[in-house]
């Protein structure tokens, strides 16, 4: 059976000729499943199976499982997914091309063809990463943040240049273009693709978890490690079992006050409170008519955080308006309409919903202004009740995110004299000490990048300034938000306050923020004094945005301005004031919050001239990366002496046969953690320490510190990486009591170390090493190092209470052993301590997907459940990884 009987093709008139589709609703004319009660998702994912039908990795089975989709049951059935194209961001989209040109070099040497290592599908990199914000808010420092960059990155950047010449289908958006999830939205998406007159939904997927913040243009794609999309750029497909879909249904309308930041706060927090990792969220409901198409996104954004795959939005209305607002082709934004309604993909208010495995639903007018943080993004505060909040925060146990202050500790203060003509402030628990108006989550949304603007020009024109201890920055998604907030004529009042544009990209979310002002940063140190950030963000992880900002709290752009004056989230910033007018009069919260009127307004300067300048001409707006020389040959000479790029030890002494299966004997704990570790804690992007494993390698080899640059920037380096792993300073691991950062006890000893040399010890004696974790192991980033530096550090297993999804993949796409504790069981429940002995039996060659193994402990057996989910998953670890599989079969392929 072929495509044109599974998904008979049918004509979609079109105003510049017809074109063909595979129309699903004919599947239910054959008796084929009840396509009309299908979630808009699945819909999409059944249509790539049929139109990919090649009775190889796509066959008739995925199909009518597809087809007949059942809400209430769990799936066990594996589908493949051939997404249509990549996006990468620069801090894994290097490694990404590191990890290809090393195939091509093991290709060379197993005497196969290094071309056919080559990207099937369009690959777009942005580079989005790199910016570090060293000004303090006095002037612009866009250029010289810019010439920072590149004198950082060049070794990089000459390595990506190499790629772009020497890898097809691979499109490199310089820096200074703006961030990987707002370039995709505001131009890259296209909702519906036509390719060889076939009509089809765009789906994608991306080296960023927060890829799924273009689901709600409506295109269905969410983040994979760079392991994964690796695999997809070489042509693979993603498998993954059939997802449950959750229907989020929204009614009513947010009132005069809130923002769309606030909307998925409360989203965030309430699917984390019900559950839904590895599922697909879509949203539905009238109450989607109330929301633009960038409060939209700003929710789909934020789909890590809340745990799930994606938060979907259908196509509608709203979708086609954005389409010609951005600046789309008009046959593009007519291909949208007529395919997404011929194919049962468009929305419109009062249709009948379509069939979910769970249903949740909010009213938006319940929706109040909020805080979150200080250590989660799940962790919401409404606004009246941070006062009260934080004054509990800093008493409560770690354990339940708290300081643990005591109550001696709760009057530190620290008396800063900047200079003569600075007049002296005090710093004390709560000040806030950085204020950044960054990441896509808000910088992509109008509404609240304006009244970011408006509450700026209201606070200038009262007199208020920001606080002198608050470090200030303003980093926007794209070009595209400097042209209408200067159009509108906002920008020079946010620069008053500070909020001047240091770079077009992530900044202090994925914590570079720079450095604090020594005599700030000396204060904090020496009064160990918990002191605050407030950023647009979508982050706020331990040791994340800044090593000295204990406390880290996420809010929506007009209240990072609104933190900024107030100098401190202690404080009821609704009820107490910010500050006083010249008059001595006290200037509340209320007496300048933009009106909804004021909004809309400045909002309507907005053209699609500004979208349309700043994207068709984007290789241009980089001078310094065009006098970049493009050269090298197919393949990449490595150069044994950088620090930036070095080829990986994946591949090496790989051979062209598998090794059986083994049990993993007398294993020991190299890390024991508790729940919610990020994929921060594991590998951090951020700033290098001075006493770091990692340092001691740079200097070593004759880098100073302040070209040390980030781990992020480094991750074309193994040897800075496997260094770099579990060495955020923030880590508290349960081997090491007492301590904080990348430290371990070395057991056979009882020498405490750092977790590097630990490994390295470990190794010599050919020890086999273990993680054992809570719950929520590996939340956040879909960072792949997270689980290369693991593999790198000689961990064979991580035994966790539960997994985030993408770095549960990432773990077996290394080789790396995922198992889980069963019946809600814990090391702390079992009284693991870590110290033991340990032994996972049962593992063979014969293992099947979910079953369950053998851990032995010291004398103690527990059973444990294997979290390779899908027989493609058993074939990934039997090879060693994703990529270990995908280069023997090239190999196969052409022997």
């Known amino acids: 059976m072929d495509q044109d009987k599974l998904g008979s093709k049918d004509q979609l008139k079109l105003s510049g000729g017809s074109a063909q589709f595979y129309r699903l609703d004919n599947l239910e004319k054959q008796g084929i499943g009840q396509i009309s ?53 620069d801090l894994t989209g290097v490694p990404a091309i590191v990890d290809l040109a090393s195939l091509r070099t093991s290709m060379s040497k197993l005497g196969g063809n290094p071309a056919v290592i080559n990207p099937k599908i369009p690959v777009d990199l942005i580079i989005d990463h790199s910016i570090q914000v060293d000004s303090y808010g006095k002037s612009s420092s866009l250029q010289t943040n810019m010439e920072k960059e590149f004198e950082r990155n060049r070794e990089r950047y000459e390595f990506l240049k ?24 505001e131009s890259l998406a296209s909702v519906v693709q036509i390719k060889d007159n076939i009509c089809f939904s765009d789906t994608v997927v991306g080296t960023d978890s927060h890829t799924p913040m273009v689901n709600g243009l409506g295109v269905l794609g969410w983040g994979v490690g760079g392991i994964e999309a690796e695999s997809v750029m070489l042509g693979q497909p993603i498998y993954m079992q059939i997802p449950q879909v959750v229907g989020f249904k929204l009614t009513g309308e947010m009132g005069s006050g809130t923002t769309a930041t606030d909307l998925v706060f409360r989203i965030v927090e309430i699917l984390r409170q019900v559950g839904v990792v590895e599922k697909f969220v879509e949203f539905y409901g009238d109450g989607l008519s109330q929301l633009s198409l960038a409060d939209r996104a700003t929710i789909s954004n934020m789909a890590p955080e809340y745990g799930a795959t994606m938060g979907f939005f259908p196509t509608d209305m709203e979708t086609l308006q954005y389409l010609k607002s951005t ?25 009948t919903p379509p069939d979910f495995s769970d249903e949740i639903e909010l009213d938006l007018s319940t929706i109040e202004p909020s805080l979150a943080g200080p250590k989660r993004p799940q962790d919401r505060i409404g606004l009246s009740e941070m006062k009260g909040a934080w004054a509990k925060t800093l008493t409560a146990p770690v354990s339940q995110r708290g300081y643990e202050l005591k109550e001696n500790e709760l009057s530190s203060q620290a008396k800063i004299s900047p200079s003569d003509s600075e007049a002296p402030f005090v710093l004390e628990h709560g000040s806030v000490v950085l204020a950044a108006i960054t ?9 609240v990048m304006i009244a970011a603007g408006l509450l700026a020009k209201k606070a200038v024109e009262k007199g208020l300034k920001t606080k002198p201890w608050v470090k200030t920055s303003l980093a926007p998604g794209s070009r595209v ?19 001047f544009t240091v770079g077009y990209g992530c900044t202090s979310c994925i914590g570079n923020s720079g450095p604090l002002s020594e005599p700030i940063s000396k204060a ?9 950030s407030v950023l647009s963000g979508n982050r706020n992880f331990e040791g994340r945005v800044n090593p000295l900002t204990k406390a880290n709290y996420l809010a929506s752009p007009p209240l990072v301005v609104a933190y900024a004056i107030a100098g401190t989230v202690n404080i009821n910033i609704l009820e107490d004031p910010l500050g006083t007018d010249p008059g001595g009069q006290p200037v509340y919260l209320k007496d300048i919050w933009p009106d909804p009127k004021e909004i809309a307004q400045n909002a309507a300067l907005i053209t699609p001239d500004m979208y349309l300048s700043r994207y068709s ?12 020389p493009t050269k090298g040959d197919e393949v990449f000479e490595w150069d044994e002496s950088s620090t930036y790029i070095r080829n990986p030890p994946f591949f090496l002494n790989m051979s062209k046969d598998l090794k059986p299966i083994r049990e993993i004997i007398d294993a020991r704990v190299l890390v024991k953690v508790g729940d919610s570790v990020t994929t921060d804690h594991i590998s951090p992007a951020g700033a290098i320490a001075k006493n770091s494993p990692a340092a001691t390698y740079l200097l070593g080899h004759g880098i100073q510190q302040p070209d040390f640059n980030s781990y992020g920037s480094r991750r074309g380096n193994d040897q800075v990486m496997v260094r770099g792993t579990f060495a955020n300073i923030r880590l508290r691991n349960q081997l090491a009591p007492g301590t904080e950062g990348g430290i371990t006890t070395y057991l056979p000893t009882g020498e405490q170390t750092s977790i590097f040399e630990a490994s390295e010890k470990y190794k010599a004696s050919k020890t086999p090493l273990i993680v054992l974790a809570g719950k929520e192991y590996g939340t956040g980033s879909s960072r792949d190092w997270a689980a290369k530096g693991t593999y790198l550090l000689g961990v064979k297993a991580v035994i966790a209470s539960s997994y985030e999804r993408i770095h549960r ?47 032995k402990v010291d004398d103690k057996e527990i059973p444990v459940v294997l979290r390779l989910d899908t027989p493609v998953e058993i074939e990934y670890y039997r090879n060693g990884g994703i990529l270990h599989t995908v280069l023997r079969n090239f190999i196969k392929d052409v022997g």
């Open 439 to 447: 990441s896509c989550t808000n910088t992509s949304n109008p509404s």
């Open 524 to 532: 904090i140190t020496s009064n160990d004094l918990v002191v605050a």
């Open 162 to 185: 190499w790629g772009q010449k020497n890898f097809k289908n691979m499109k490199i958006f310089p820096p200074g273009v703006g961030i990987v999830h707002q370039v995709n939205l």
């Open 481 to 499: 938000v400097t042209d209408y907030l200067n159009q509108a004529k906002l920008d020079g009042f946010l620069e008053q306050l500070g909020f």
């Open 327 to 351: 600046g789309r082709a008009p046959d593009l934004v007519e291909r949208v309409e007529h395919y997404c309604k011929a194919q049962g993909l468009f929305r419109t208010d009062g249709m």
């Open 37 to 89: 009660r299908l979630p808009f998702s699945i819909k999409i994912l059944l249509e790539q199976t049929i139109r990919n039908l090649d009775h190889f990795q796509v066959n008739e089975s995925d199909i009518l499982a597809l087809a007949n989709w059942q809400p209430k049951q769990k799936s066990e059935k594996e589908i493949p997914f051939k997404p249509t194209r990549v996006i990468l961001q």
């Open 617 to 628: 001409n984007f290789e241009t707006l980089s001078p310094l990366w065009n006098e970049i």
């Open 809 to 855: 993949s990432n773990l077996l796409g290394m080789g790396v052993l995922p198992l889980q504790f069963k019946d809600g069981n814990s090391a702390e429940s079992l009284n693991l301590t870590g110290k033991e002995s340990y032994s996972i039996l049962g593992l063979n060659d014969q293992i099947k997907p979910g079953q369950d193994l053998t851990l």
